[in-house]
């Protein structure tokens, strides 16, 4: 028995040095630092390289007559802990009425946004829309790239990109550790790897979820800009918001690219800010940072079907996912694969943020904590 469980030992040796040599001569050697960490994580911007998104004068949201007054239901808030909340933000009519934190997190903790991050970025494009950096969203990605005028690319456009149905071939997986989204989240050469990316499926047909889509608008965005996507992000969006905090994007490496489809860390009063935006139609204050059209364009279903699904195209945006009726009431919201949500309920004037380490069910191309949510929201602004 001995001698059988030492001849085990050794053989998983083997294989594990022969499987590291593999990796080191393929170059994936992110696949090291994939397996290492196991899964995305919240406090991600503690392992990787960042860039500052400085905040300007600060706004400061004011506190609702009612705050925290209302209790959440039992239920609910036992489901935020089971599934690891940190943080609930609930806004009714421009001030803060719910406010609560988990898991030792508080109002200025910054945490992993995940793919909320992708409809920051369709807000940057609009922005780049106002400002005439950018001409249509039917506009080639060409234009902007030279690496996407062969091979079929020439084709794809910007509309296509926000949308999702570019055609590119990318595999959206964060635990497959051989995917394009873990080398791109784990990997130090984000511009090597979008330009690997080939059309397999002619572009503006189908929908087809791919982080890759939104890190290609991103590119787009510096090229047509000349900034690095933070520093547009900073000028454009955090400090005309008046953001309290300063933010942080994760890079591929040090001075490197922002990975934009994700990793964008700030917190719930933060964030709650981009979805006030979009309640107001893209205006703050009175000063108009996207073009109120841009934002209703971005909150049009596109009428694709999901490739992997069949369902019909009611349920996304340019980067922003739609509830066309739900309980008598439109609903738009941004998501990460944690539980991250900026959730707006326009007719309600209620904007709801929820942060945390784990999610619930799907419920079609939703989850049921989005809907959980905007129950929760609705007794809090009654």
Known sequence: ???????????????????????????????????FYNFAGIDDNLIFEERIIPAG?????????????RPLPGEFKHKQQQLKAAALLVICHDSIRQEHYWEGYGPQSKTNSFSVAKSVVSMLVGVALKEGKIKSVDQLVADFLPEFKNGGKEKITIRHLLTMSSGLDWDESYSNPLSMTTEAYYGDDLKALINRQEVETEPGKTFYYKSGNTQVLAHILEAATNMKLSDYAATRLWQPLGAEQAAEWSLDKKDGTEKAYCCLYSNARNFARLGQLYLKNGIWHGDTIIDPAYVKASLTPTGLKDELTGAKGDFYGYQWWLIPQYKGLKVFYARGILGQYIVVVPAKEMVIVRLGEKRGEKVGMHLQDVYDLIDAGLGVCK
Not at 1 to 20: D, E
Not at 57 to 69: A, H, K, M, T
């Open 57 to 69: 004068e600060p706004q400061p949201w004011p506190l609702g007559s009612n705050y925290n007054q």
């Open 1 to 35: 028995m001995g001698r059988r469980t030492k001849h085990v030992s050794f053989g998983t040796v083997v294989i594990l040095a022969l499987s590291a040599a593999a990796l080191y001569f393929s170059g994936k050697t992110y696949v090291y630092r994939a397996l």
